[in-house]
């Protein structure tokens, strides 16, 4: 089925390092959501972007809709221990979402 | 309440056992998800309720049954599967089936 190429698939960084991750698309989404899951949890919803263009902050997270519908990029500054997990893109398309291959996290304290 | 909840967290099953697990929200949502998810992949999506009402299998094998008894509740019974069902079973709900969704816990499911 259709996928979101989402990049870098991993990232090793040191605590206090901002980081940046980015998700693009074949097709346009109307709606462009980023999610985080920890080791054997479900996925927590943590931001949701609904315009193009549109940039949103969720405390240290931001993210931002591609003025194409095409793209999303999500970026976390001054990463804590706790930021640690896989990050996953996803495009609302119709009655589903599209997920990207997700964003592993490893933070160096 | 602003949660989903799924039952059991873990479920250990042989091939030939019956079981089923358990989907709740209350957060007055129409639409009900089914997904599985296998290490290190995304969630793979199964089955779509919108209004109490299946109107997505994503091809899954009939030892896969969905069941929406209402609106809050999402069932998925297990029969006679295989060594390679066992996965992390997730449920999500979503205010309609074109709304942002929201994932529970999962089920961590091992078939025997």
């Known amino acids: 089925g259709q996928q979101l190429n989402q990049s870098p698939q991993s990232m090793f960084i040191q605590e206090g390092e901002d980081v940046s991750m980015n998700c693009t698309s074949s097709?346009?989404?109307?709606?462009w959501l980023w999610y985080k899951q920890d080791p054997g949890e479900g996925p927590v919803l943590l931001i949701a972007l609904y315009k193009a263009g549109e940039l949103t902050s969720n405390g240290r997270l931001t993210a931002q809709f591609g003025i194409t519908r095409k793209d999303s990029f999500l970026n976390i500054s001054a990463s804590i221990p706790s930021d640690v997990g896989i990050y996953f893109c996803a495009g609302q398309g119709a009655q589903k979402l599209v997920f990207g291959q997700g964003t592993r996290l490893t933070i160096n304290p | 309440d602003t949660e989903v909840t799924q039952t059991p967290k873990h479920l250990v099953m042989g091939m030939t056992n019956k079981k089923s697990l358990k989907c709740e929200q209350h957060?007055?949502?129409?639409?009900m998800y089914w997904y599985k998810q296998k290490a290190k992949k995304p969630p793979e999506l199964m089955f779509v309720y919108s209004y109490e009402k299946l109107s997505i299998n994503e091809s899954v094998p009939s030892r896969f049954s969905p069941e929406c008894p209402n609106s809050s509740l999402l069932n998925l019974h297990l029969h006679a599967l295989q060594p390679e069902d066992s996965a992390l079973y997730l449920c999500?709900?979503?205010?309609?089936?074109?709304?942002?969704?929201?994932f529970g816990p999962g089920t961590r499911l091992t078939v025997l």
């Open positions: 097709s346009i989404f109307n709606t």
């Open positions: 999500a709900s979503s205010r309609t089936s074109y709304n942002e969704q929201f």
């Open positions: 957060m007055g949502h129409r639409a």
